[in-house]
């Protein structure tokens, strides 16, 4: 006897590297599961509506060059009445590319990592008659957008206590909210490595103290003014520095750093598990996925700045938690990093946001769960209704 094989897509945007690696993270914490499909769509491309075609380079230019832009546009939108008038504008002109995006891929359940999709996709369900279950993973920590709070989606998996609580403050019901955690991706729950072993892969001297410093998918922040104080007041540590997307940066950094030295420069990586594993502390813009990241790993963070309204809270988060340093010039990160060469890090501290960081298992287990449930449901309900519509 065969078994029908489940549908689960992934809407999300491309703004920024958070939302595609949340639902990657999701998508590896299922990969034992038969019987389950995945597929990662990015809804605002697909609408092809002027600008939304291009947010990721847009998001990607003003993260690096005009942070101002991109928290005029978070200010000017915070508001549900507002993105559902903008939602309602972009799905009207873009209604049957979204309906064929997802006709496409015959989804069982879809799930929303971006806040943007979660009216589209309400609206496409409801258009097209569909049925299948909308599923939101909030990917903020602290400072939550309005437009997650979008209402519409059957669930909506939060993070942190403190985006739940922004959750029912703009209305949505307590009975559709779960905290779940974080979609850390299960190779930094699962890491083996020692910090020996994964410097000795790097090729690193195994016992240097290892800086690794980042800004995120898109490289965002002064990165070459912060190299430069690293080198020049930790000149005893290892330095080892992602740049991401920013080719720019990359091939910047790499001019200065001929011959490499004890910097070691990289642009997109997949292997940050060994990356981090192999630090002694992570310096980073305030990005939930580094933070959480770091958290997993059980290392110390010197946060440099809040790239964008949306990571002011994250300082606050890492702070409260004792999970490391609010640093926002070179010299007082330096000065940090020395201090914390010569002393052993308290990592107790990390026992209380464990649930918050390793939630890729939560949540792939509740998608899982309310998928089987809204089957079930279905089959109860086909004999006495053919039609029949989940969630607003």
Known sequence: MSTVTKQIVFAISDTGGGHR???????????????IKCTI???LRATDFPILRQAPKIYDYCS?????????FF??????????????????????RIESELAHTSPDAVVAVHPLVIGLLKLARRSSGATWPIITVVTDLVTIHASWATPGADLYLVPTREAM???LKHGIPASKIIYTGFPV??????????????????????????????????????????VTALKEECGDKQILVVTGNNKQLLSELQQQNTPPGRVKVYGFVSNMNVLMAASSVVVSKAGPGTIMEGVTMRRPLIITEAVGIQETGNIDYVLKNNLGYYCPTPAQACKAINEIGLKTFDDTVYSSTAIAANGSGNIAGTILEHLSGTARRLQQQSAGSSEVFLGA
């Open 21 to 35: 690696s949340g639902a990657a993270a999701i998508i590896a914490a299922m990969e034992n599961q038969d019987n």
């Open 41 to 43: 769509i990015d809804l």
């Open 64 to 72: 690096r060059n005009h942070l101002w832009l991109n928290n005029l």
């Open 75 to 96: 200010r000017n939108t915070n508001s549900i009445n507002r993105i559902n008038t903008l939602t309602k504008m972009v799905f009207f002109r873009s209604r049957r």
């Open 165 to 167: 609580r922004s959750l």
């Open 185 to 226: 991706h299960p190779k930094f729950i699962d890491n083996k490595l020692s910090q020996q072993q994964a410097r000795a892969s790097l090729g690193l001297e195994a016992d240097r103290f290892t800086v690794l410093l980042t800004g995120g998918g898109v490289g965002a922040g002064n990165m070459a003014e912060w």
